[in-house]
C-alpha cells in the first residue's frame, strides 16, 4: 500500500510542476531596446579636423567634410555635453562648440558641427 501511495504523490507532484510552468513568451523587443541603448553620428561641415569630446572624455577625431558612417552606441535615459573643438586651420584660437543631448532608448541623433 505504501508503495503506491508514494507513486501516487510522485505522479501528482510531477503532474502539478509540469502543468504549472508556463512557455517563455518570445522577446519581441528591438536590440537597441534589449541593451537599453540609443545612437549618435557626427558630421562635421567645415574643411578643418575636429577632436570630440563627450562628457569631458575624448571620444575621436573627425575629418574634414566627414560623416559618421556607422551610428556609436551610448547608454539610453542620459544626457551628453557633446563638445567639438577644432584641430587646425584656425589662426589665433580653435573654434569649440558645445551641444547637449539627451539620449532616449532607441533614438538616433545626428550632431552637426560647427
Do not use: H, W
Not at 502543468?19 to 540609443?38: I, L, M
Not at 557626427?42 to 577625431?61: G, H, L, R, T
Amino acid at each position: 500500500m505504501r508503495k503506491y501511495l508514494s507513486f501516487a504523490v510522485i505522479t501528482a507532484l510531477f503532474v502539478a510542476i509540469f502543468f504549472s510552468c508556463k512557455p517563455e513568451e518570445p522577446d519581441n523587443r528591438t536590440a537597441c531596446q534589449k541593451k537599453n541603448v540609443g545612437y549618435m553620428a557626427f558630421q562635421n561641415k567645415s574643411n578643418d579636423a575636429y577632436d570630440i569630446f563627450i562628457n569631458n572624455e575624448y571620444f575621436k577625431q573627425q575629418p574634414g567634410n566627414s560623416y559618421m558612417q556607422q551610428y556609436a552606441e551610448f547608454p539610453a535615459g542620459r544626457a551628453y555635453v557633446i563638445k567639438v573643438q577644432q584641430v587646425s586651420g584656425y589662426i589665433l584660437y580653435p573654434t569649440v562648440k558645445t551641444y547637449n543631448v539627451t539620449l532616449n532608448q532607441c533614438d538616433q541623433k545626428n550632431i552637426v558641427f560647427p
